[in-house]
């Protein structure tokens, strides 16, 4: 019957396809992607000193890891900001 359909289907002039014995679909080959376009260097993100007053210890201590300096809860926040901020400069 599939011999039948294919025939249906085909020309007579065009070259057979061959099907394993597992009917599996043809493999698609994949289009190369044009190489992405460089991007500029990101810019640093600017922290501003009444944005860092804003967060809560916590969030100063999350802050400072990114900025890569572990801070002190037990501290006052005024000093927590002021770590952070200065962090952030550098």
């Not at 019957?1 to 085909?10: D, G, N, P, V, Y």
């Not at 944005?51 to 809560?56: C, G, P």
Request: proline share 6%; no cysteine.
């Amino acid at each position: 019957m599939f011999k039948w359909l294919k025939s249906f289907f085909s020309d007579a002039g065009s070259v057979p396809v061959v099907i394993d014995q597992v009917m599996s679909t043809p493999k698609k080959t994949a289009a190369k992607k044009p190489a992405p376009a460089k991007k500029a260097p990101a810019k640093k993100a600017t922290v501003k000193k009444a944005d860092l007053v804003k967060l809560t210890k916590a969030q100063l201590e999350e802050k400072g890891r990114e900025f890569g300096i572990e801070i002190d809860k037990r501290k006052k926040k005024d000093d927590l900001v002021k770590e952070v901020f200065n962090a952030s400069k550098k």
